[in-house]
């Protein structure tokens, strides 16, 4: 088993051998334990590793069979009462752990029809992608932002942001969070805001219109870190794909994407980077592998990913993860879009990130 720890002498991931246990250090490590003390050759080959073994394994939510319990999330409970309805997706390598993967929080929200949530904030940073439904708003630090199947939405660290749906139908999109990064720190705050709901203070999308035009004043200077456009509307992104997709096609990704912050060209978040990816129907792609675990929604089409193992079936709205380091080859039966977000800005941020083209 992977990270089994192994005595006498057997090699721990091909990186350190263990030394054997006598009665005496086994009474010695009694004493240790005693003092609040451990010693590291014990658990070196477990701590150190010769490659990242990580404990989120590949994992597939169809849709059809999430929205059903999501519904019926809608009748148990309110949004007022639930703060916000979620149902969270949980790694099966993290149980109990409301991780989607080591980093990395996601749940799909509902927000049906006459429903605001109430206004708070958080250390944490967010991401919304519209996964089902259209009327429903976000609304950060007072603008206002009406979501659409295939947007993707920021929720800044510390900015207070609620939800409300003025219009006939449900909406659902697909939450992103860094809480476990948050929380590794013992950094997380949260307050409501007193006023529960924001008054609208900015006109629509403002914030597109005063960042996102590749244009600023010579004054211009800010000290936030993620982007200061809170959206990314699918109708421009998609186009941005389709003027791609008349040039050379990645053997692994097929057209991707990275969304980027228009104040710096940075990613979105210093935490969670995003990208869109068209494959071509038909589309095989060869064999890859990075240290960022990444999660996946199908917003377009059908196919299929090999991820070490084992072989995830999906279609529009699935989402599926991919472990850090576990190899991953996509597969498009038919022409399809997958939207993917990761923790690669904070892993390059350290000097961590790695990435290999395995070629198969």
């Avoid at 949260?190 to 244009?215: F, L, T």
Wanted: with cysteine.
């Amino acid at each position: 088993m992977e990270g089994e720890v192994r005595h006498c002498g057997e090699h721990m991931s091909g990186f350190v051998t263990k030394p054997e246990v006598t009665a005496e250090r086994r009474e010695f490590y009694r004493r240790l334990m005693g003092k609040n003390t451990a010693p590291l050759w014990e658990v070196l080959g477990q701590l150190v590793t010769r490659e990242p073994k990580p404990k989120t394994v590949p994992a597939h939510w169809r849709y059809e069979e999430v929205r059903p319990l999501l519904m019926e999330a809608g009748r148990l409970i309110s949004a007022q009462e639930a703060e916000r309805r979620v149902l969270i997706l949980e790694n099966p390598g993290l149980p109990g752990a409301s991780q989607i993967t080591q980093s990395l929080y996601a749940g799909l929200q509902l927000v049906l029809p006459g429903e605001v949530t109430p206004s708070h904030r958080h250390t944490a940073s967010a991401l919304r992608f519209v996964v089902e439904g259209e009327g429903a708003y976000t609304a950060v630090d007072g603008e206002r932002i009406t979501m659409r199947p295939g947007d993707f939405l920021l929720t800044p660290s510390w900015t207070f942001h609620d939800h409300g749906n003025p219009g006939t139908g449900p909406v659902v999109w697909l939450d992103g969070l860094d809480i476990p990064m948050v929380n590794l720190f013992d950094a997380s705050f949260a307050e409501h805001d007193p006023g529960g709901i924001q008054p609208a203070a900015y006109e629509e999308s403002g914030a597109w219109a005063r960042h996102g035009m590749n244009m600023a004043s010579p004054e211009y200077e800010t000290e936030r870190l993620s982007s200061p456009v809170f959206c990314y509307p699918y109708e421009r992104s998609r186009e941005v794909l389709k003027l791609r997709e008349q040039g050379p096609v990645d053997s692994r990704h097929g057209v991707k994407m990275q969304y980027v912050n228009p104040a710096t060209g940075g990613y979105p978040m210093p935490t969670i980077a995003a990208f869109l990816q068209w494959l071509p129907a038909g589309f095989a792609g060869l064999s890859y592998r990075s240290t960022d675990a990444t999660v996946y929604c199908v917003v377009e089409g059908a196919g299929r990913s090999r991820v070490s193992e084992h072989t995830i079936e999906w279609r529009e709205h699935d989402v599926f993860v991919v472990p850090s380091w576990r190899p991953v080859r996509h597969a498009a039966s038919s022409t399809a879009v997958l939207f993917s977000f990761s923790d690669r800005p904070a892993q390059k941020s350290l000097g961590l990130w790695r990435e290999e083209n395995l070629g198969d």
